[in-house]
Nanobody, 124 residues
Framework: QVQLVESGGGLVQAGGSLRLSCAAS????????MGWYRQAPGKQRELVAA???????NYADSMKGRFTISRDNAKKTVYLQMNSLKPEDTAVYYC??????????????????WGQGTQVTVSS
């Protein structure tokens, strides 16, 4: 069973920092891409940042210069360093991964997986 577990969310004041972590576990053959999405109350889920297997990165415009995505392949973990946080960053942050996994009876196949989400709250 493949699982993504997020951690690092919490309550911070405006201007503060948090680092989110997402660790993948299970019968993973390869990590093709990992990223972070967020969803605030009453709003659609949006991409925050993503990183590919080739280490290229994408950021939403509002996060550029404040957020940094990175990965540790040995730990199968992706991080999101969030600096200069603003109240409008308040949301549930979800980890997403496109993985090639090992299935005992079927071999290998590729699929998208989601973590359970971690709450980030930024106070004024």
């Amino acid at each position: 069973q493949v699982q993504l577990v997020e951690s690092g969310g919490g309550l911070v004041q405006a201007g503060g920092s948090l680092r989110l972590s997402c660790a993948a576990s299970g019968s993973i053959f390869s990590i093709n891409a990992m990223g972070w999405y967020r969803q605030a109350p009453g709003k659609q889920r949006e991409l925050v940042a993503a990183i590919t297997s080739g280490s290229s990165t994408n950021y939403a415009d509002s996060m550029k210069g404040r957020f940094t995505i990175s990965r540790d392949n040995a730990k199968k973990t992706v991080y999101l360093q969030m600096n200069s946080l603003k109240p409008e960053d308040t949301a549930v942050y979800y980890c997403n991964a496109n993985l090639t996994i090992v299935v005992l009876t079927d071999g290998l196949y590729e699929n998208d997986y989601w973590g359970q989400g971690t709450q980030v709250t930024v106070s004024s």
